[in-house]
């Protein structure tokens, strides 16, 4: 289903843009080929000539296979001290610079499932050399526990790359690029060109500064900055990174799932008895926004 939204002015009517979202059923666990044959089909029923196309990348990693069965881990002693340290840090020394919707999933998802959680955060950090997102309150590395079923979160493979550059190849003739986003926070200097991310991405000229985002971003600092989600991955035309960031805050107000973005929202959204209830079956007829197409065009 395809959704044309009314152009909107810009700059006083120099420009205007066309947003067309994309609303489709929960995308399960596959293969890579199969994983490009569905993208390739969605985006030959759903295209936006010369525009960008906006993808979660969340919903790609899904679709890719790229998760993994926290279920699978063994706590041991150490991980429930890194656990309650995790929780003593953002649950009362800094809550402050957390989201409400955030503090709540660290404070009261069981400490067993938080410590398990943090081991395979950091593990997965080390092996990617991205030290400093071991420290942010949640979705180290990317890595997220939120609207997938049992004790399954996102991992750091990033092998859905290889099928967006295919893609490009494919539709370099009528999209401007291809634009892959997650939910973590940055943020965008108001004057000059710094964006600071939560987390590594592949964008030319941005800044990982880790938790340091959620901390400027409710002090006194952030009216310097604008906040916006997190572009991981881009291929396409040469645009400026920063003019890529402030068009994915136009992208986040429709990439949305009605189910909550957070995992106790999920649970009382599909009206589970708990996070570990949740199963494939209680998502797959759920409807999303993976992708949202963005032109831009002068007035």
Known sequence: MIQDLSIRNMRENKYRIVVRIVKTKYWTPTDPHKAYRKLRKIINNTILDKSLLFISEKALKVLTGDIYDEARLSVKNVDILAGKIHRIVWCRLLRKYVNWKILNTICNVHIEDISRHIHFTISRCISKLDFIS???????????????????????????????KKLWLDYRHRLWGIVIVDGDLSLICKRGHLILTSRRTY????????????????????????????????VGYSIPPKLIFLLSRRARKYMYNRYGMTLLENVMCLEAENYKTITWSSLINTTNVPMVYIRVSKG
Do not use: E, H, W
Request: proline share 5%.
């Open 134 to 164: 071991i420290f942010k309150p949640t979705s180290g590395c990317g890595i997220d526990a939120s609207f997938l079923p049992y004790m399954y979160v996102t991992d750091v493979q990033d092998s859905y790359m290889n099928i967006i």
């Open 203 to 234: 964008v030319k000229g941005t800044m990982n500064v880790g938790p340091l985002v959620n901390v400027l971003s409710r002090s006194f600092l952030r009216k310097f900055f604008l906040k916006s989600m997190t572009v991981v991955y881009y």
